[in-house]
């Protein structure tokens, strides 16, 4: 079987069964890509756009309603300064070639994160594109940038206990997350082999399913994405229950 309808078959499973309505991707590994090739970092980051590309093309095909991509850390500012430079200029790069792309393909545009710190260039390429895709009807795609999820917890606690003060419920915590109105995160993905979250999402993890994969993220495609779906289609999810409870059978 050729490799197109191997990932062709991939993508009828994955469609048969029901979808994770959140995915979210810790796209990790583009230093050792480019290194594993004896190029500089940021040629891993040029690569790791593509599959960015790839995926949210992918994610949308198969009906995904959001996808979520942590782009930059907070802790990421603490990077050589060149290759902090790089990446910004990647990400306004991608955020001018990809508005056509998103408005043909009804995707809305999101972020999060402290977004001040952004340099004005990306942060104006970052207005324009989600003021243009605001009203698109398809998937969100939300690009967690400058994003720390230790960052986004005080905010919501201080915007919370400005509100209810100690009478404070995990709903109103909730309601100031920077992923408010998001579906419920069903599934994350790390990709280059590390097993760990590097403070992305840590309230939204709470009942994700986790899927760790050894490929880098300069190599991830269509292929992947499906079967890190796969893989999540095939887990039991509990949410606190026996398994008897949530398949109904006997135990
Ligand atoms: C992920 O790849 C991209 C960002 C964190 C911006 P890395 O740059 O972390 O690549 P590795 O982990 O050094 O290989
Ligand atoms: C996490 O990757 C951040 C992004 C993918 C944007 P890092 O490469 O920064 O994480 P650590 O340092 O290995 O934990
Ligand atoms: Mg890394």
Same mark, same amino acid.
């Given at each position: 079987?050729?490799?197109?309808?191997?990932?062709?078959?991939?993508?009828?499973?994955?469609?048969?069964?029901?979808?994770?309505?959140?995915?979210?991707?810790?796209?990790?590994?583009?230093?050792?890509?480019?290194? #594993? !090739?004896?190029?500089?970092?940021?040629? *891993?980051?040029?690569?790791? %756009? /593509?599959?960015?590309? =790839?995926?949210?093309?992918? @994610?949308?095909?198969?009906?995904?309603?959001?996808?979520?991509?942590?782009?930059?850390?907070?802790?990421?500012?603490?990077?050589?300064?060149?290759?902090?430079?790089?990446?910004?200029?990647?990400?306004?790069?991608?955020?001018?070639?990809?508005?056509?792309?998103?408005?043909?393909?009804?995707?809305?545009?999101?972020?999060?994160?402290?977004?001040?710190?952004?340099?004005?260039?990306?942060?104006?390429?970052?207005?324009?594109?989600?003021?243009?895709?605001?009203?698109?009807?398809?998937?969100?795609?939300?690009?967690?940038?400058?994003?720390?999820?230790?960052?986004?917890?005080?905010?919501? #606690? !201080?915007?919370?206990?400005?509100?209810? *003060?100690?009478?404070?419920? %995990? /709903?109103?915590?909730? =309601?100031?997350?920077?992923? @408010?109105?998001?579906?419920?995160?069903?599934?994350?993905?790390?990709?280059?082999?590390?097993?760990?979250?590097?403070?992305?999402?840590?309230?939204?993890?709470?009942?994700?399913?986790?899927?760790?994969?050894?490929?880098?993220?300069?190599?991830?495609?269509?292929?992947?994405?499906?079967?890190?779906?796969?893989?999540?289609?095939?887990?039991?999810?509990?949410?606190?229950?026996?398994?008897?409870?949530?398949?109904?059978?006997?135990?």
């Amino acid at each position: 079987m050729t490799e197109r309808s191997l990932v062709a078959e991939l993508e009828a499973r994955v469609r048969a069964r029901p979808l994770p309505r959140h995915v979210a991707i810790i796209m990790d590994g583009n230093g050792r890509w480019a290194e #594993a !090739r004896d190029l500089p970092r940021v040629a *891993g980051h040029r690569e790791g %756009a /593509e599959a960015v590309r =790839a995926v949210t093309r992918a @994610a949308r095909r198969v009906g995904i309603q959001a996808l979520t991509l942590y782009a930059f850390s907070t802790e990421n500012w603490a990077r050589p300064e060149p290759e902090v430079g790089a990446l910004m200029h990647l990400l306004a790069e991608f955020l001018e070639s990809e508005r056509g792309e998103m408005m043909r393909n009804g995707i809305r545009l999101n972020a999060i994160g402290d977004l001040d710190r952004l340099p004005p260039e990306v942060r104006e390429k970052l207005d324009s594109v989600r003021a243009e895709t605001r009203a698109n009807p398809g998937m969100t795609l939300t690009l967690a940038l400058s994003y720390g999820g230790r960052q986004e917890l005080v905010q919501a #606690a !201080r915007r919370a206990a400005a509100a209810k *003060g100690d009478a404070l419920e %995990a /709903e109103d915590l909730e =309601a100031g997350l920077w992923t @408010a109105g998001l579906p419920e995160l069903d599934l994350l993905v790390r990709t280059s082999g590390e097993r760990r979250i590097s403070n992305f999402l840590l309230w939204q993890c709470a009942y994700a399913e986790l899927v760790f994969a050894d490929v880098l993220w300069p190599d991830f495609r269509d292929a992947e994405l499906f079967a890190a779906i796969a893989e999540y289609q095939a887990r039991e999810r509990r949410f606190g229950m026996t398994g008897a409870q949530v398949t109904g059978g006997r135990e």
